[in-house]
């Protein structure tokens, strides 16, 4: 027995185009096609569906960005040490 | 108080990332991240080149910004769209976002996407992008 839910849950759209464009891309898909059957799912009256589907898009959209944004930091973190190490061999 | 703080932090980045990339020319600076998918598999990803597209572009030189990548380029003024819609209610954006929103306009998008991956890593877009960029 599905309970109406109150509002059409939120699906995602934004953070997941962001995602495919940021650099993360597999995930980033991932997020749009669930993102996308949110709204399919509500229209069809398929309320959990539609919740769990919106959980889903935010959720592989923000592993994304996280791996994306990590990715990052540890190549700044890399490149930063072989530089102090290159700074500190060069004054030997 | 949670979306003012999100849109002030927004801001903020958004200002250091211009200035950021206005400054540092990616394609000579070791400290601009490479893409992992490029250093692993030698292709290019569909977003690769938007590095050096934003300091070019903040530089004046647009056609070379447009050519780094022009599926981002192209598809910005979507994303806007897709941003303005979700975010501002009324009359005419509510019909503007179910059109924009459609899933159609969003298969089209990921179409889009893989289209340009297969694209840019031939040998044909390659030497376009040659006598380009």
């Known amino acids: 027995m599905t309970t109406t839910p109150p509002q059409r849950p939120n699906d995602h759209l934004v953070l997941a185009i962001l995602t495919t464009l940021c650099c993360c891309m597999p995930l980033g898909i991932v997020s749009i096609v669930r993102s996308t059957q949110v709204n399919s799912y509500w229209a069809a009256e398929k309320y959990d569906e539609a ?30 040490g072989l530089v102090a190490l290159g700074i500190g061999l060069s004054e030997l | 108080m949670k979306r003012v703080a999100i849109v ?3 801001a903020v980045a958004a200002v250091g990332i211009v200035l950021l990339y206005k400054h540092f020319d990616p394609t000579f600076s070791h400290f601009a991240p490479k893409c992992p998918f490029l250093l692993l598999t030698g292709y290019e990803c569909p977003s690769c080149g938007i590095q050096r597209a934003a300091h070019s572009a903040l530089n004046g030189d647009f056609q070379r910004a ?5 599926f981002v380029a192209l598809v910005m003024p979507y994303f806007l769209l897709v941003v303005l819609t979700t975010f501002v209610r009324g009359r005419y954006i509510d019909s503007l976002r179910s059109i924009v929103q459609h899933r159609y306009a969003v298969y089209g998008y990921i179409a889009l ?11 044909w877009w390659q030497k376009i992008c040659e006598n380009i960029c």
Do not use: H
């Open chain 2, 66 to 70: 447009f050519w780094l990548n022009p």
């Open chain 2, 113 to 123: 996407f893989f289209i340009w991956w297969i694209l840019r890593n031939t040998a």
């Open chain 1, 51 to 80: 919740v769990q589907a919106s959980e889903d898009a935010k959720k592989w959209a923000l592993i994304g960005m996280g791996l994306c944004i990590a990715g990052v930091f540890i190549y700044l973190l890399f490149f930063g």
């Open chain 2, 8 to 10: 002030t932090i927004a």
